[in-house]
């Protein structure tokens, strides 16, 4: 499967973005899905997760609140809606798939798989 985000761009300290991420090559329609972000110079972040089902959704403490992880009715898309976007949120963002189905989502990019090239987001004035 290869995962395909997009969305991203520059924007300034308080803007809104949604970002999007398409599934090719097999259905995930039973797999968790994430949002992960790599800032200039750091680790891998995790940001939010969603079930396979799509009913439970879990984020960083660092977006909660500002930050929304969805699914598409087809199980194949995710998005996550960013408002409120600071400097701080400056990074390339990757979507991902957990690599087992029906399990419940964690944390771990370990966990994840099928990472593309992610689409970079910069909040900047």
């Known amino acids: 499967v290869q995962l395909q985000a997009s969305g991203g761009g520059l924007v300034q300290p308080g803007a809104t973005l949604k970002l999007s991420c398409a599934a090719s090559?097999?259905?995930?329609?039973?797999?968790?899905m994430a949002w992960f972000r790599q800032a200039p110079g750091k680790e891998r972040e995790f940001v939010a997760t969603?079930?396979?089902?799509?009913?439970?959704?879990t984020y960083a403490d660092s977006v909660k609140d500002r930050f929304t992880i969805s699914r598409g009715s087809d199980k194949n898309t995710l998005y996550l809606e960013m408002n409120n976007l600071q400097p701080d949120d400056t990074a390339v963002y990757y979507c991902?798939?957990?690599?087992?189905?029906?399990?419940?989502?964690?944390?771990?990019?370990?966990?994840?798989?099928?990472w593309g090239p992610g689409t970079l987001v910069t909040v900047s004035s």
């Open positions: 969603i079930t396979w089902t799509g009913t439970q959704t």
């Open positions: 090559g097999r259905s995930l329609r039973f797999h968790a």
């Open positions: 991902a798939h957990h690599l087992r189905p029906y399990a419940n989502p964690t944390t771990r990019d370990i966990d994840f798989g099928s």
